[in-house]
């Protein structure tokens, strides 16, 4: 294919313009000027409207604003609680052996009708490096990762290990990523 | 009157504000001039290597989004590669999938120039050029997380594909970004590339010969300012490279301002490499139809029992992978990056090896600054790019 190696520009010509240096103080200081003086009239602006989109820097005022997060967002694992309001998971031990810091760990039981559950389920946020490996491994989409990326950390890291309890979120409110994962990820047509 | 002096040793680093990255070095100075520079690295050192004996091949990808975590998906599929070439299923993957990987690898490298570029000159003092730089790569990593759903940490890439297709607007969004990140480009070059200041700094310091370079065993940017016409992309095209039309920046000295332009240029021809490549994006699946290497999608996990049972195979016994060993090379924005795996047969990595370009080029730090004054250290150390995550592995 066209195109090949191309010897790089070094040997500029300075023009005594440019190297009395004085009057490229002053355009250097014309451009950042071009940056400061609509940033400030943009944020005066949202100030005064209310209205965070008017502004033109890209930094936000966390936690006031949040960031979109896309749909591919990875946060914490979750496990996903069925319409029925149990737990989707058969403990299966796909997802202990898939993650690779090993930070699950499950005990298993059957429940009276002979279908299996966790009877423990303990996911170690601590260790957790968020890769998304246990939703891949999962045959019965029973954890995913949530877009819930807040309010994780703690100064005690016994706190940040998550119970069943602390795991398991509605389903209704995981149907995004729910529908983002068959829809892109494990989707019939991307094999 | 003889003034009778002594080299004064002076402990640089491990954790220098002006050093970006874990790194000491041990200098002999004799007043403002370095006599003897050592270099001492290993302050990141996490075991990486021995890590993916530890787990199955699958197991490996988030660990080398660790390695050069500027650009991990270059990590990815370099080590997807190493594992495919393995297997033996290099020419099977499909189309797309190796088109999507070609242009996640470019933009992880733009994202890796504006680092390096943009941090370099924070610690030359240019605060504002950091800035501007600092937000071109937020929009590049905005385009990077939509994708695989982190900055950094990207975990991508699979064995025979990719963990997911590109989502919805992926194009148009790169076309919005595009022109942005080209007036920061053209801003951060008006601001730097003909200041005096700079000039001073950049120029004729950190200089090395074609020669060294290449015996330290040199790669990339910092190569190829020495004047060596050598790019893994164009001397042994992978992905998608010899489909694609772009031009590879050539410096003269190897001085530390040749990098610097050389690190620039490249950011063009990634993106015009990426422009080139969302044009004619090919259809069709992104992962390869070979249930013992990938795993099958959900619904046939659910549907038939085959590939339940090769899904439960791949997860807890890992890909079956043929005793042998493979390198695949690649281009890294930094150089050279390379997996050497030996499997013995079976579901785990028997030894990895990486190669990591910022060890070969740190280990010239000493000669490159021999000689020259304290202050020459800092856009030298600067421009090899060292990243501890990858050098000390
Ligand atoms: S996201 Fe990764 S590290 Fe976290 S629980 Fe799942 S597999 Fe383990
Ligand atoms: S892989 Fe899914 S079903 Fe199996 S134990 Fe883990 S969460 Fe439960």
Redesign the interface.
């Known amino acids: 294919m066209a195109g090949n190696y191309k010897k790089v520009n070094r040997t500029l010509k300075m023009t005594l313009w440019e190297r009395v240096y004085v009057f490229e103080i002053i355009r250097g200081v014309l451009l950042t000027a071009s940056h400061f003086f609509p940033n400030l009239w943009g944020a005066a602006r949202s100030y005064l409207s209310g209205d965070p989109s008017i502004r033109k820097i890209k930094t936000i005022y966390y936690p006031e604003e949040v960031p979109p997060i896309p749909e591919a967002y990875r946060g914490r694992p979750v496990l996903v609680r069925g319409a029925d309001g149990k737990e989707k998971c058969v403990a299966c031990g796909l997802c202990e052996v898939a993650c690779p810091p090993k930070c699950i760990s499950i005990v298993g039981a059957m429940r009276e009708d002979g279908t299996r559950y966790p009877e423990t389920y303990t996911l170690n946020g601590a260790v957790c490096i968020f890769c998304g490996l246990c939703e891949e491994a999962c045959p019965e989409e029973a954890i995913v990762m949530s877009y819930d990326y807040q309010n994780l950390c703690e100064y005690d890291r016994s706190l940040m290990v998550y119970d069943k309890e602390a795991l398991l979120i509605p389903e209704e409110k995981l149907s995004k990523r729910l529908e983002y994962i068959r829809r892109r990820m494990y989707n019939k047509c991307n094999y | 009157m003889d003034l009778h002096t002594e080299p004064l040793v002076l402990n640089m680093g491990p954790s220098h504000p002006a050093t970006h990255g874990t790194v000491r070095f041990l200098l002999k100075m004799d007043g403002e001039k370095v006599l003897h520079c050592e270099t001492e690295i290993g302050y990141l050192h996490r075991g990486f290597e021995k890590q993916c004996e530890a787990?199955t091949w699958?197991?490996v990808?988030?660990?080398t989004d660790r390695l050069n975590y500027n650009s991990a998906i270059q990590n990815n599929v370099a080590y997807a590669l190493a594992v495919e070439k393995l297997l033996g299923i290099t020419g099977q993957i499909p189309e797309r999938s190796t088109a999507i990987r070609t242009i996640m690898c470019e933009l992880s490298r733009m994202a890796d120039h504006y680092t390096n570029l943009g941090a370099s000159m924070l610690e030359l003092g240019a605060l504002?050029a950091f800035l501007?730089f600092v937000?071109a790569r937020?929009l590049t990593w905005?385009i990077i997380?939509?994708?695989?759903?982190?900055r950094l940490?990207s975990?991508y890439v699979r064995v025979g594909?990719l963990?997911?297709?590109l989502?919805e607007g992926f194009a148009a969004h790169v076309k919005e970004v595009f022109p942005v990140n080209r007036v920061f480009w053209s801003?951060f070059d008006?601001?730097l590339?003909?200041?005096?200041i700079f000039?001073d700094r950049m120029r004729d310091t950190g200089g090395i010969s074609e020669e060294n370079a290449i015996a330290y065993g040199f790669t990339g940017p910092c190569l190829?300012a020495c004047g060596v016409?050598y790019?893994v992309r164009?001397a042994n095209p992978y992905l998608l490279y010899?489909?694609?039309?772009?031009?590879?920046?050539?410096?003269?000295?190897g001085d530390n301002?040749?990098r610097y332009?050389?690190r620039m240029?490249e950011i063009n021809q990634s993106m015009r490499i990426i422009e080139q490549l969302i044009d004619k994006m090919p259809g069709g699946?992104?992962?390869?139809?070979n249930p013992a290497v990938?795993?099958?999608?959900?619904?046939?996990?659910?549907g038939r029992m085959e590939s339940?049972i090769f899904?439960?195979k791949n997860?807890?016994e890992g890909i079956q992978v043929p005793a042998g060993e493979a390198y695949v090379p690649t281009e890294g924005s930094n150089g050279e990056v390379g997996f050497y795996l030996v499997s013995s047969g079976g579901g785990k990595p028997l030894k990895c090896r990486v190669r990591p370009p910022c060890f070969a080029l740190t280990q010239a730090m000493g000669e490159m600054v021999q000689g020259a004054f304290l202050s020459d250290i800092i856009p030298t150390f600067d421009m090899i790019n060292l990243i501890g995550g990858e050098c000390d592995r």
């Not at chain 2, 699946?285 to 139809?289: E, L, Q, T, W």
């Not at chain 2, 990938?294 to 659910?302: D, G």
């Open positions: 787990g699958t197991q990808f988030p660990y504002t501007y937000e937020e905005d997380e939509s994708v695989c759903g982190a940490t975990n594909g963990s997911t297709d989502p801003e008006k601001l590339t003909k200041n005096r000039l190829r016409e790019d164009k010899d489909q694609v039309d772009f031009d590879i920046p050539v410096g003269f000295t301002f040749d332009l050389v240029e699946p992104v992962n390869i139809d990938r795993n099958p999608s959900k619904e046939a996990v659910k339940m899904h439960f997860t807890i």
